[in-house]
């Protein structure tokens, strides 16, 4: 039997990327430092094959080739960011003439196309030069986000069609202040929150700030939902699910969209001294300036358990003393990297977004398979990548479903158009419906592109059930 996936008129098909992972550094170009060339340039064993991000995909002199491609694999929507640190190289002041240029000319190149412009202030780069004076811990580099910002809607609002304030900010909270995938790479649990503070009201000022610059136009965040599973129904499970949804879902989630954090989660901060210097007159602003719509990166599920570690005093506090991860048996997995596959998260975001948060609009802005060595799958020129064609079907399937029970969902982007580099993993896996050469930087469409452009013109797509 054969079922139609047909999706509702004006539904948007396209892909994401970002600035600091397609653009690269050219000689002359005036872009100043980021925070990840700065961290390729003092460790650069840390990065993949030792790649950094001053190649990447080339995009910086490639953009027109490239926006071609965008229409033989059948995007009517394209997301990219402005990298700060090429627009305003010392993150403050004097702005690059040749950034504004180089931009300009994309995004009237994605105009001219036919095809939706959806743009990104802030994907993880910084310019060092405000990483010098503490980054994001400090809450000065909020208003200098902000001065950035309406530099952003001043030059480039004529040819955007929706502005993103930041993508996945709790990436550089976990990664950066958890962890040691993003620097600064410590451990410092009240540097993480109050990181995740000022992120979140820099985000509403820049939704001020666009709004005061043209009120008409739509500003959305772009989160990471992961749905958190419990092992089991037993109590302290579910309340590991509950705090690994408050820390890695609402804690941006809630403040961007209903104005206000969880009490639980303010409740935490407190009990742990964690509190971030706070004024009522912040709060007001992230109360006062919630986003239009929502952009929303899926990959996998996130699988927990009560925690293994318990807290004492004096300990370094780390997400493990609330939750620990739990590694399902029989999980659907993607074998080329590791992640899960459970396609259902997708509609249990689209219901969670319908029911808690007021059924706001919503588009898929990242979902995607990366591959490693995916150059075996080449065959006749092409690489053959039907288990993409098959991960981007299982969860159409369920977005579709979730459409269909009422969620506001207006459009599915895939990361990414091109194979790009990709922070410490440079270029280990594979995302794009375009093969890229990193040798001579030749772009071959995969079989996936084909496929996604036939299911952009046809709104949908048939499947034997």
């Known amino acids: 039997?054969?079922?139609?996936?047909?999706?509702?008129?004006?539904?948007?098909?396209?892909?994401?990327?970002?600035?600091?992972?397609?653009?690269?550094?050219?000689?002359?170009?005036?872009?100043?430092?980021?925070?990840?060339?700065?961290?390729?340039?003092?460790?650069?064993?840390?990065?993949?094959?030792?790649?950094?991000?001053?190649?990447?995909?080339?995009?910086?002199?490639?953009?027109?080739?490239?926006?071609?491609?965008?229409?033989?694999?059948?995007?009517?929507?394209?997301?990219?960011?402005?990298?700060?640190?090429?627009?305003?190289?010392?993150?403050?002041?004097?702005?690059?003439?040749?950034?504004?240029?180089?931009?300009?000319?994309?995004?009237?190149?994605?105009?001219?196309?036919?095809?939706?412009?959806?743009?990104?202030?802030?994907?993880?780069?910084?310019?060092?030069?405000?990483?010098?004076?503490?980054?994001?811990?400090?809450?000065?580099i909020v208003w200098a986000y902000e001065a950035?910002?309406?530099?952003?809607?001043?030059?480039?609002?004529?040819?955007?069609?929706?502005?993103i304030t930041f993508n996945e900010p709790i990436v550089p909270v976990e990664c950066g202040?958890?962890?040691?995938?993003?620097?600064?790479?410590?451990?410092?649990?009240?540097?993480?929150?109050?990181?995740?503070?000022?992120t979140q009201l820099a985000s509403a000022l820049a939704v001020r700030a666009c709004h005061e610059n043209n009120p008409e136009k739509k500003i959305a965040i772009v989160l990471n939902l992961t749905p958190a599973y419990a092992k089991s129904q037993d109590p302290e499970d579910l309340k590991a699910a509950r705090i690994a949804e408050l820390f890695q879902t609402k804690s941006f989630l809630d403040p961007s969209v209903k104005g206000h954090y969880p009490e639980e989660l303010v409740d935490l901060m407190e009990e742990y001294g964690l509190t971030p210097e706070v004024t009522k007159e912040e709060l007001q602003i992230i109360a006062n300036h919630t986003v239009d719509f929502l952009g929303v990166n899926y990959y996998q599920p996130l699988r927990v358990q009560a925690p293994l570690l318990e807290y004492q005093d004096g300990d370094l506090l780390v997400p493990d003393h609330f939750f620990a991860p739990y590694d399902m048996p029989g999980k659907k997995i993607n074998p080329h990297r590791g992640w899960e596959i459970y396609e259902q998260g997708l509609y249990d975001i689209a219901l969670n977004l319908r029911d808690n948060y007021g059924n706001l609009e919503w588009l898929v802005t990242e979902n995607g398979m990366g591959v490693e060595g995916e150059e075996v799958f080449k065959d006749h020129g092409r690489i053959q990548d039907a288990y993409r064609i098959d991960f981007v079907k299982g969860h159409l399937k369920e977005l579709h479903r979730g459409i269909e029970e009422g969620s506001n969902c207006k459009g599915y982007m895939m990361w990414t158009f091109i194979d790009c580099w990709s922070w410490l993993n440079a270029y280990k896996n594979r995302y794009g419906f375009v093969e890229l050469d990193y040798e001579s930087q030749e772009r071959t469409i995969k079989k996936s592109g084909l496929w996604f452009k036939e299911v952009s013109q046809a709104n949908g797509f048939l499947e034997e059930e």
């Open 1 to 140: 039997m054969t079922k139609e996936y047909m999706f509702p008129d004006d539904f948007l098909w396209g892909s994401s990327t970002s600035g600091p992972q397609s653009e690269g550094i050219e000689p002359g170009d005036g872009k100043g430092m980021s925070n990840w060339d700065y961290w390729y340039s003092v460790e650069p064993e840390r990065f993949h094959g030792q790649i950094g991000p001053e190649k990447t995909s080339t995009f910086y002199k490639n953009f027109a080739q490239d926006l071609d491609l965008l229409v033989e694999t059948g995007h009517t929507v394209f997301r990219t960011s402005i990298q700060w640190s090429r627009l305003i190289p010392q993150g403050r002041g004097e702005v690059n003439p040749q950034a504004v240029e180089f931009y300009r000319q994309v995004f009237q190149g994605v105009r001219d196309r036919g095809i939706q412009l959806y743009v990104n202030l802030y994907h993880f780069d910084l310019p060092y030069a405000l990483q010098e004076e503490g980054g994001w811990e400090s809450k000065e």
């Open 177 to 198: 202040y958890l962890g040691d995938y993003h620097y600064p790479a410590k451990v410092d649990a009240k540097a993480a929150v109050a990181v995740g503070y000022h």
């Open 148 to 163: 950035y910002a309406k530099v952003c809607f001043q030059l480039f609002d004529d040819l955007v069609d929706r502005w």
